[in-house]
């Protein structure tokens, strides 16, 4: 299985500052078609969880361009160029290269 | 819009059955896969199962393997997970998930549906 890890675990942040989340796979996320399957989703509280970014860097329809992603291989992150209150919740990255589909264990961002 | 509707989940006893079902509206339901993912209560997020757009593919966790069946039916455009022999440790809310790539057996998900909670207790 592809395990992922997240870094840091919690993350208090200051209104207006920016944030980053940092995802890492023990084995590339890279597939022969180019495409490396690296997603980011957010979970706010008692909600299901929402697309951010998809495939690494892709910014999902509708989501807020305060919100980026970059790596490749093996590390990614999570940028927030500027937090709101309401980005406020937990964020997962998880790998859609290989079965089973895992993700990482979570961060959790709230205002400090 | 995308919409998946999440529906089934009860409390059971360890041993029981159960068969959640998913209905999807709003997308070409037969060029997307659908997965399950679950969330027990205070943790991550963990992949179930998926049937892929051809009705045929279908995969599991291991931790459901042989205790789980994925079904679709895409005259209803909906997706159906059979539980059986279940756990205490399968408690949590289950999650019908789209996947976000046409016509590939599996990449990432785009839409999620609202969850369905299924508590397995005595």
């Known amino acids: 299985d592809i395990v992922m890890t997240q870094t840091p675990l919690s993350l208090p942040v200051t209104p207006g500052q920016p944030a980053s989340i940092s995802c890492k796979s023990n084995q590339s996320l890279l597939y022969s078609d180019g495409k490396t399957y690296l997603y980011w989703y957010l979970q706010k509280a008692g909600q299901s969880p929402q697309l951010l970014i998809h495939e690494a860097s892709n910014r999902f329809s509708g989501v807020s361009d305060r919100f980026s992603g970059s790596g490749s291989e093996t590390d990614f992150t999570l940028k927030i160029s500027r937090v709101e209150a309401e980005d406020v919740g937990l964020y997962y990255c998880m790998q859609g290269k290989q079965l089973p589909l895992t993700f990482g264990g979570g961060t959790r961002v709230d205002i400090k | 819009e995308v919409q998946l509707v999440d529906s089934g989940g009860t409390v059971v006893q360890p041993g029981g059955s159960l068969r959640l079902s998913c209905a999807a509206s709003?997308?070409?339901?037969?060029?997307?896969?659908i997965h399950w993912v679950r969330q027990a209560p205070g943790k991550g997020l963990e992949w179930v199962s998926l049937i892929g757009w051809d009705t045929v593919s279908a995969y599991y966790a291991d931790s459901v393997k042989g205790r789980f069946t994925i079904s679709r039916d895409q005259n209803k455009d909906s997706v159906y997970l059979h539980m059986n022999s279940l756990r205490i440790e399968d408690t949590g809310v289950y999650y019908c998930?789209?996947?976000?790539?046409?016509?590939?057996?599996?990449?990432?998900?785009?839409?999620w549906g609202q969850g369905t909670l299924v508590t397995v207790s005595s």
């Open positions: 709003g997308f070409n339901f037969d060029d997307y896969t």
């Open positions: 998930v789209k996947d976000k790539t046409l016509l590939m057996t599996w990449s990432g998900f785009d839409y």
